[in-house]
Structure formats: structure tokens, C-alpha cells
């Protein structure tokens, strides 16, 4: 899922070669499940594939690197209105097309209030991102069927979605994971926006880090986002468990009254920010809070009127 404004559209997508269609049930079995998860990561990426995309009735071209992905920040012609749209992806060969994917994008318009970047593992879905061993069993043994979000997120977000608020979904889970987490989301009916992933990644040790990593490229994603959209504040919902709050942190600074909450829920022992972190959130006039469930997160968003009964 591509995201834009009425000027500047961004899309991406990747080419992988022994890449199988993944349908899970509810009744899947663990062995079944394991399998699965274990293809993600053994799909191999191809470099320095042509890609053709189609908006309406204009077509660009663009080219995967290294690591087989494409991305291509477009420019239309015609004018896309607020909302959701379909584009293209395909490849040809000697004139002759091989493969046609449809993908979307997500065009935000002026009646939208706010726009909401959600962090996702530990914050919208259990994942245990610092216990390794329960993080494995959990990705190894569930799917998207069976794994288990935050007790009351899907409503929360959707007060906060409300008609035409936009969701991002920045995370550093992989690319590989892309497919899981549009089904996750779907069956629990939380709503719909670009994930904005850690790179594609490959082989069993990956599989069993994931999520790992500096978490620096979800700084980069939040710059582009607010980048693009200099018109839009936004809500910031994180977890304690790995950098968020140092992230959200950054952002504060770097775009000043662009930040209307910061959401940070409690993972693990850590009771409190750090006094120097409180007091730069303070100056700033940005509500920081540090949330033990998601009801606390609903009734201030109620109290500083960013949802409605």
C-alpha cells in the first residue's frame, strides 16, 4: 500500500522468485504454521528487474536493486480525490507480460484532522519483541488468525480513524511479514493503512531475529511521512520495549508543533520516562503518556478532544 498527496504519490513493492500464495485458517496446525513463517524467509529477492506501473492511464517505469525491491516516488497527471485507489504492478519480457499484481494507494485530503503512526509489535499485537523464546514460539506456532492484539485497539483506532483520519503503520518487522499483517489486521478490524516495514530480509537466522535491528529506519519513515505531509499533525503510539520513545523523541524536535500525543505502552518493569525526556515533552506543550492499557490511552484522547464518544 502506497501512500500520497494530491501532487507527489510514494510506492513500493518488491520481485521475489519461489514465493507461495500464504492461506491460513483459524484450525491450521503448528506444523502447518511453522512451514509457513519459514517460507517467508526462504524466498529469494531479484535484482535489476524492470517494473511497470500503471496509474489510470499513465504508466512509469522503475527497476528493482540489489535486494529486488522497487520503490518510485510518482508524479500523476491527473488528480486522485481523498481516499483509497488501485494501481498496477507488472512485468514484461520481450514485449510480453509475465506477471500483474494489483496494488493501492492511499491519497489523504484536506478534511482530514490528524494523522495517527502506529508502532505495531507489542503495541497494536502481543509479540513479547523482548523475550526471545516467547517471540519465536509466537511467530512460529500462530498466524494471523490466531495471534492476539491489545485488548480494545481495533476500537480505539477506529475513534481515532474517525471519517477521513489517515493511519501509518511503522514497524520494525520485515517486509517479509507483509502479507501476515494485512490478513492480522483485516480479521481483527483494526483500520487500514500503509505498514512501513524494516527491509526484506532472508534465511533462518533472520527469521529468528526479526524485528531486531537499530530501529533507526523507522525515524527515516516518520521524516518522510511528515515530509510529505506538512499540513497534517499527527498522533504517535508506541510501546516501552524497544526505542519508540527516544524516536518519538526526535521527531518532537524535528518538526515542532506537528505532534498532538505521544502514546507509549508499558512493556515490561520500566515504571517512568526518564526526567529529561518528561521535561522536553513538557516545553513542548505534547501530552507523554505511559500506558498500562489501552482504556487510559481513550480516556485522554477523550479528555484533550482528539476522539468523541
Given at each position: ?190 483500520p487500514k493503512g500503509p505498514f512501513l516495514l524494516q527491509e526484506y530480509k532472508s534465511g533462518l537466522r533472520d527469521l529468528l531475529f526479526t524485528g531486531g535491528g537499530s530501529h533507526q529506519h523507522k525515524q527515516d519513515k516518520i521524516k518522510r511521512l511528515m515530509t510529505l505531509l506538512p499540513n ?78
Amino acid at each position: 500500500m502506497g501512500y500520497g498527496n494530491q501532487n507527489l504519490i510514494y510506492l513500493k513493492g518488491g520481485v521475489l522468485e519461489n514465493r507461495p500464495e500464504f492461506y491460513s485458517k483459524a484450525t491450521d496446525k503448528r506444523r502447518k504454521n511453522f512451514r509457513i513463517m519459514l517460507s517467508r524467509y526462504l524466498s529469494s529477492p531479484i535484482p535489476e528487474m524492470k517494473v511497470l506501473i500503471t496509474l489510470g492511464e499513465e504508466k512509469f517505469t522503475t527497476q528493482t536493486d540489489d535486494y529486488g525491491y522497487f520503490s518510485a516516488w510518482i508524479e500523476p497527471k491527473q488528480a486522485f480525490r481523498a481516499g483509497w485507489h488501485q494501481v498496477t504492478f507488472s512485468i514484461n519480457d520481450e514485449n510480453e507480460e509475465i506477471c500483474r499484481v494489483q496494488g493501492e494507494f492511499l491519497i489523504i485530503g484536506d478534511k482530514a484532522e490528524f494523522g495517527t503512526i502506529s508502532d505495531i509489535d507489542d503495541t497494536i499485537l502481543v509479540s513479547h519483541a523482548t523475550q526471545l523464546f516467547k517471540k519465536f514460539r509466537l511467530i512460529m506456532t500462530k498466524n494471523a488468525k490466531t495471534r492476539l492484539p491489545f485488548e480494545g485497539v481495533a476500537e480505539f483506532y477506529k475513534k481515532l480513524k474517525g471519517a477521513e483520519n489517515p493511519f501509518f503503520y511503522v514497524s520494525s518487522s520485515e517486509w517479509n511479514l507483509y502479507e501476515f499483517l494485512q490478513d492480522f489486521f483485516k480479521v481483527r478490524n483494526i483500520p487500514k493503512g500503509p505498514f512501513l516495514l524494516q527491509e526484506y530480509k532472508s534465511g533462518l537466522r533472520d527469521l529468528l531475529f526479526t524485528g531486531g535491528g537499530s530501529h533507526q529506519h523507522k525515524q527515516d519513515k516518520i521524516k518522510r511521512l511528515m515530509t510529505l505531509l506538512p499540513n497534517l499533525k499527527f498522533i504517535l503510539i508506541g510501546d516501552s520495549g524497544q526505542r519508540d520513545t527516544e524516536i518519538y523523541r526526535q521527531a518532537l524536535h524535528e518538526f515542532p508543533n506537528r505532534i498532538l500525543a505521544v502514546y507509549i505502552r508499558k512493556i515490561g518493569k520500566k515504571d517512568d520516562f526518564d526526567e529529561k525526556t518528561t521535561q522536553e515533552f513538557k516545553e513542548k506543550g505534547v501530552p507523554l503518556l505511559l500506558i498500562e492499557n489501552t482504556e487510559e490511552a481513550v480516556a485522554h484522547a477523550k479528555k484533550v478532544g482528539l476522539v468523541k464518544d
